[in-house]
């Protein structure tokens, strides 16, 4: 007979050979057995609505049909090959349509090659090596961009704290860190720094949004002295709108990195840039010196591929941003609306298509304010929110196309849940 194992068996199994028992994503005491729409259930059979959607991707929620054709479709026809095939030419021209910055793009198989690769364009292409990212800004795994993501202190501005071992102290010298939203001090940096190659910014840092006019003042230094502005889109991109980030505030950038949605759940991002800045991937036209290798064996796999152009032609649909923005603005003001009648303090950050709570009565606008006053009151909401069949991050939500009026309903209930929770604590 089949033994089936509990969760507590695969937590333990987990621990005997991952470090911290997991894979350094997510919650290790929770083990995902599958998905289907817009719910997860967990190896013990508890069932979730998913609001962290595989941090993202998952825009269209598990399996969806169209998707799931397009990509049995492709299986027999072979699912990888390093080299070119025709439905990854083909994503990237639809890529290159939707997105104002790209004239032409190459494909990696993580957000955290394609923002490696961005900075790495732009230090080839302006021959300068330092790089300008602002303090809070996650920008994947690489050596820069574990610079001031999550500093534990606060230490003055530029200065560079690395927030992982194992990182050359050289590294930090390369690196300048600037509060998000506030122009003045980018611009005393610029001033002060002639070597500078590139600002490398989130549009929405994580779930804080820019100022009004932040992004153009962004787009106008940099023009002013000469700097690429690179857009990390991994998360934005065909999320806040089609054309992403640059087609919802009206400022294109000089690089931007994609990924999450465009390979539609399956491992797949881009870097893409003008013709003229892209062409240092190409040896002939830029000479060995110029020339930035960049190869991957995944890269422009052909199954993801097929489920990002899918995806891509469900989000062209009339209709479908709207429905997604309905969706989040009922998640936020159900939320509001609890925590204010309950006297509790809170701001909503974010868009209407990734936010979250923080307990505080402060705005949130950079990295050092964007806190709660009282990180217990989010750890006892979030807690009670799972108990009660909500699966999401500690601190994102993201709604999907696949949530339905009885999943609104359920959250709301489990939302009302999680206030009591507070509020008697």
Not at 98 to 110: D, G, K, L, N, T
Not at 278 to 303: C, I, R, Y
Not at 331 to 359: K, N
Request: net charge negative; aromatic share 8%; glycine share 10%.
């Amino acid at each position: 007979m089949l033994k089936i194992n509990t969760q507590s068996e695969w937590i333990t199994r987990a621990n005997e050979v991952l470090p911290a028992g997991g894979f350094g994503n997510f919650d290790p005491g929770i083990i995902i057995s599958r998905g289907e729409g817009s719910h997860v259930w967990d190896e013990d059979g508890n069932e979730y609505i998913d609001y962290l959607i595989g941090s993202g991707p998952m825009l269209l929620g598990h399996g969806h049909p169209e998707v799931m054709e397009a990509v049995l479709e492709q299986l027999p026809k072979g699912m990888t090959f390093f080299a070119n095939n025709a439905k990854g030419i083909e994503l990237a021209e639809a890529i290159v349509d939707a997105v104002p910055c790209c004239e032409q793009m190459r494909f990696v198989a993580s957000g955290g090659e394609a923002d490696m690769y961005a900075i790495r364009l732009a230090r080839a292409y302006t021959g300068r090596n330092k790089i300008l990212k602002f303090e809070g800004g996650y920008h994947g795994m690489s050596a820069e961009a574990q610079m001031s993501l999550a500093p534990s202190r606060n230490v003055n501005f530029p200065q560079a704290v690395p927030d992982s071992a194992g990182i050359p102290e050289g590294v930090a010298e390369q690196m300048l860190i600037a509060p998000f939203n506030d122009l003045e001090a980018v611009a005393n940096l610029l001033d002060e720094h002639d070597d500078i190659a590139a600002i490398m910014v989130e549009p929405l840092q994580r779930i804080i949004p820019p100022m009004p006019g932040y992004l153009q003042g962004l787009r106008d230094l940099c023009d002013k002295h000469n700097v690429l502005l690179i857009f990390d889109e991994i998360v934005t991109g065909f999320r806040l709108a089609y054309g992403g980030a640059q087609e919802k505030y009206g400022v294109t950038p000089d690089i931007c990195t994609l990924g999450k949605i465009t390979g539609g759940g399956f491992p797949l991002a881009a870097t893409g840039a003008s013709a003229e800045i892209m062409k240092h991937f190409d040896k002939a036209q830029v000479g060995e010196e110029g020339w930035l290798m960049q190869l991957g064996t995944l890269s422009g796999n052909p199954v993801a591929s097929v489920a990002g152009l899918k995806t891509m032609e469900i989000l062209r649909r009339d209709g479908v941003y709207d429905r997604l923005r309905e969706i989040g603005a009922e998640l936020q003001q159900m939320q509001v609306e609890a925590l204010s009648e309950a006297g509790i303090p809170h701001r909503v950050c974010g868009d209407e298509t990734l936010f979250d709570i923080y307990f505080t009565e402060a705005d949130c606008r950079d990295y050092r304010s964007a806190k709660h006053d009282d990180p217990r009151r989010n750890a006892v909401y979030n807690d009670t929110l799972r108990v009660h069949g909500i699966f999401k991050s500690p601190g994102k939500l993201y709604p999907s196309l696949a949530v339905t009026q009885a999943d609104l309903e359920q959250t709301r209930m489990a939302v009302e849940k999680a206030v009591q929770a507070i509020s008697a604590g």
